[in-house]
């Protein structure tokens, strides 16, 4: 089994490359050298390229995919460029499955959001509700893009039976993130403008919003453990949910603190209410995963969030920021 792992520099790669070279068994290792993990960035391969991509997959030659390369920005950049997001991801994930299908590739896992669900719907989400509805006018383009690659695996199933599905995580944080204070996600934002408050004369630590706010979060390590099972084991084309329990949310207020406490700012934290909250909740059901994988024990989010602070600040002059 050789699996091509797109996107293999990001957030999620790196822990799949993590998780495959330092653990061994069900959810990690090389199944004892059975394996071969082939990790690849855009300086290898620009994805968005059809030929190009044709050329990666004759010279790596995969028996399987997990997909998750993509163009994935912040709010803000969703909101100027909705059609650079949609172009890029579409490109992308057209190049990676047709390529797939025409080189025989026995299965792809490939990677949607919980932010690409629709906007008005009902909670907790399900697997069923990836359609029902328009997304966040925030992010459509990017939305509706990754939304075709569930109907693309429906399409290449139907008519060739081919074996690409797809995972759904929640919101992931983890070592290397993306930690710039214009688009990193709220985890690494909250863990460097802590940082930055420590220098002498700075600014204080202080968390926008009322901290209330739940959050469902997946630790890198543990979706990268999901996905090395969902590579040998999951064999559906419907998708999958891929997180902690609904009942495991946590508030904006928790995590600031417990990122505080770690850099070791033990004084109550400063919340600024004039600042919006956004929505309050997006609980997802992770009920099917559990249907499949009862066993699957996941990093308790305190250890995790210290493990992924203590990275930041160990790696802060290395370029992590
Ligand atoms: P990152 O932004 O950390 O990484 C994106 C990866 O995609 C990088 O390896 C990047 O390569 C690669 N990439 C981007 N454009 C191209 C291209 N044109 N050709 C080849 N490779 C390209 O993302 P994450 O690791 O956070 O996300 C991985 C997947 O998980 C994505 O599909 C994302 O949509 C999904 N996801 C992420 C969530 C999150 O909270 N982070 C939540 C839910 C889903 P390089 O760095 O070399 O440019």
């Excluded at 950049?77 to 172009?87: V, W």
């Excluded at 408050?197 to 997946?218: E, H, I, M, N």
């Excluded at 329990?245 to 600024?272: W, Y």
């Amino acid at each position: 089994m050789r699996v091509l792992v797109t996107g293999g520099s990001g957030l999620v790669g790196s822990a799949v490359r993590y998780i495959t070279e330092h653990e061994t068994g069900r959810f990690g290792g090389n199944n004892q050298g059975a394996e071969e993990w082939v990790f690849v960035s855009s300086a290898e391969c620009d994805l968005r390229d059809f030929e190009a991509t044709k050329s990666l997959f004759a010279r790596v030659r995969p028996t399987h995919v997990l997909h998750l390369a993509a163009r994935v920005g912040g709010l803000f950049a969703n909101m100027q460029q909705p059609a650079d997001f949609m172009r890029d991801n579409l490109a992308i994930n057209d190049s990676v499955l047709q390529n797939a299908h025409d080189f025989g590739v026995e299965k792809v896992v490939s990677c949607l959001s919980t932010c690409i669900f629709p906007d008005a719907v009902d909670y907790p989400l399900t697997e069923a509700k990836v359609h029902l509805g328009p997304p966040h006018a925030s992010n459509f383009g990017y939305a509706y893009a990754k939304r075709m690659v569930d109907v693309q695996n429906k399409a290449y199933h139907q008519q060739y039976g081919d074996m690409f599905t797809s995972v759904i995580p929640t919101n992931v944080f983890g070592p290397g993130d993306n930690y710039n204070l214009t688009s990193a996600h709220v985890i690494p934002a909250l863990m460097h403008k802590c940082y930055l408050s420590l220098s002498p004369g700075a600014p204080p630590f202080v968390v926008a919003g009322t901290g209330r706010p739940l959050r469902q979060f997946v630790y890198s390590r543990d979706l990268a453990r999901l996905m090395v099972w969902a590579v040998r084991e999951y064999v559906d084309v419907e998708p999958i949910i891929l997180s902690p329990s609904e009942h495991d949310e946590v508030s904006i207020a928790t995590v600031a603190t417990a990122i505080a406490r770690t850099m070791g700012i033990n004084a109550p934290l400063t919340f600024d209410t004039a600042k919006p909250d956004g929505q309050f909740r997006k609980p997802a059901s992770n009920a099917k995963l559990v249907s499949l994988l009862p066993e699957f024990k996941f990093t308790p989010f305190d250890e995790a969030l210290k493990e992924s602070t203590e990275w930041f600040v160990q790696h802060y002059d290395k370029g992590a920021r």
